[in-house]
């Protein structure tokens, strides 16, 4: 079965932090997405990539940035972590523009 | 802009009372219209990929269709493990993103 893994499901991290959150997927899918899911907002894009060494902002990107150093792994990097970057972190991969995603199951992140 | 919106927030039903929930779209060209389910804490989960206006797609109880302005997912004698919130999302043919709807809650009760 095609998988994305997350690293951490839950991690609580102090303000001022910088956090690593990483992805791995096992697909060889060209894509992959980093999205944070707060209750009243839904799924908003921070940062995608469609090719190593590539990435893109998406709607919230700021106080993040991305490395993708081989096709398999995406990591999102909280510089400073804020209590308002307090939220569920989602990673997903796909095939190619046009297919589904495959989503992790998500890291929870609290910033105290 | 490219826009989802998906109706109704929240649906409660019995078991076996079939239902429909609706995701109405607007984008510049269509590339893919996505259906996910998603359980409480968890990552969601793709369901159907539509492409064009009168497909359908089948998978146990859930049936996906697609007009040009919306998608419906009827959910057929549905079951308590059915309950989840479901997603429906769209991708226009200008670029990569993939917009998400808000979602709809479903609740089945036995």
């Known amino acids: 079965d095609v998988k994305v893994t997350q690293s951490s499901r839950y991690l609580v991290k102090r303000t001022g932090e910088k956090v690593f959150l990483e992805c791995v997927q096992d697909m060889d899918h060209e894509n992959m997405f980093w999205y944070r899911q707060d209750p009243g907002l839904g799924l908003r894009l921070i940062y995608f990539?469609?090719?190593?060494?590539?990435?893109e902002k998406g709607d919230i990107p700021e106080g993040y940035s991305v490395s993708r150093e081989k096709k398999e792994r995406f990591s999102l990097i909280l510089e400073s972590a804020s209590t308002n970057q307090t939220s569920m972190y989602l990673c997903?991969?796909?095939?190619?523009?046009?297919?589904?995603?495959?989503f992790g199951s998500g890291t929870r992140l609290t910033v105290v | 802009e490219d826009q989802v919106t998906q109706s109704p927030e929240a649906l409660r039903l019995q078991e076996g009372e079939s239902s429909s929930l609706n995701c109405s779209y607007t984008?510049?060209?269509?590339?893919?219209l996505f259906w996910y389910r998603q359980d409480p804490g968890k990552g969601p989960e793709f369901l159907f990929t539509?492409?064009?206006a009168g497909e359908e797609k089948e998978k146990e109880r859930l049936k996906a269709t697609l007009t040009k302005k919306e998608s419906f997912l009827h959910i057929t004698a549905p079951k308590p493990e059915d309950s989840a919130t479901y997603l429906c999302a769209v991708q226009d043919t200008g670029g990569f993103k993939t917009i998400f709807g808000a979602g709809t809650r479903l609740f089945v009760k036995a």
């Open positions: 539509l492409y064009s």
């Open positions: 984008v510049s060209g269509l590339r893919g």
């Open positions: 997903a991969s796909s095939l190619i523009q046009g297919y589904g995603y495959t």
């Open positions: 990539s469609y090719d190593v060494k590539m990435k």
